[in-house]
């Protein structure tokens, strides 16, 4: 079973990459970010004619989660708990049947967090203490659970084109890598980095200064496992051709290959 994390960049302007992406990889859940849509606005039709299901938790022009999946969702949860107040839509969780269970996917699109020294990064990472939480609380459940999406945390050094460039900003800064950590000491895994050490490998690359043909990216869409997902987990891939596309997003897929199988 393949599950992957992709920032769209909003979905109605990228709807051919994705129909393109989706036949291209087989995939059997993919979490979007940053779809840009109310629910009423999401390109369903194109993706339901290729059998895929579509819950969302959209928002007008801004923020927007989804997942597609070949598999009907048990449960579907939308928004982060934690903060009744908060309104950006950044958080879905789906419930899927397997044999033997169920797993647990989440499609996660952190705040970004700059200007640094202002509210945005208070509500970073006030965010990320939220998802630890509820992380927290769904690990007592011993299900196989996978927290998929653009995090928006460069989490070491070799995760970026230049440090220099990146030291100051709220994806690296150490309280940002710092509450990231935090995850990892619940007990869940970088996918891409339990079966991959190359550096670098980047799944973003900005529009400006030439940065794709230049390959200044970022690693910043990361695929996070439970104890229970990483025991299932066989191997992972970055789709970074997919960059190259016209009008392209500026992230790219990240799939996860899975043990998991439909009941």
């Known amino acids: ?36 849509t ?28 989804a997942i597609l999946s070949l598999m009907k969702p048990d449960e579907v949860i939308r928004g982060l708990p934690g903060d009744e107040e908060d309104l950006q839509s950044r958080f879905i969780e789906g419930v899927f049947s397997v044999k033997g269970g169920v797993i647990r996917v989440c499609s ?16 970073k990472l006030a965010w990320m203490h939220r998802l630890q ?43 940002t890598r710092n509450a990231f950590r935090g995850l990892e000491n619940l007990g869940f895994t970088d ?21 794709w043909p230049k390959n200044y990216g970022i690693r910043i869409d990361h695929l996070m496992l439970s104890a229970e997902a990483l025991d299932k987990l066989v191997s992972t891939s970055i789709d970074k051709h997919v960059r190259g596309w016209e009008k392209p997003s500026d992230h790219v897929p990240v799939i996860g290959q899975f043990a998991f199988e439909a009941p």
């Open 1 to 36: 079973m393949k599950i992957a994390t992709w920032n769209i960049n909003g979905v109605r302007a990228r709807i051919d990459s994705l129909v393109a992406w989706l036949k291209e990889s087989k995939v059997d859940i993919v979490c979007l970010q940053e779809i840009k």
């Open 38 to 65: 109310i629910d009423e606005g999401f390109p369903r039709a194109e993706i339901e004619a290729l059998g895929y299901h579509v819950e969302t938790h959209g928002q007008k022009g801004f923020n927007g989660v």
């Open 108 to 123: 996660i699109y952190l705040p970004n967090g700059n200007p640094t020294g202002t509210e945005k990064y208070s509500y």
């Open 133 to 175: 939480a509820h992380a927290r609380e769904r690990l007592a459940l011993e299900e196989p659970l996978i927290l998929a999406g653009d995090y928006n945390v460069i989490p070491e050094p070799h995760d970026c084109w230049d440090v220099k460039v990146w030291e100051n900003d709220a994806l690296f800064l150490p309280e």
């Open 191 to 211: 996918a891409v980095r339990a079966t991959n050490d190359t550096v670098p490998l980047y799944t973003f690359w900005d529009y400006q200064a030439g940065c």
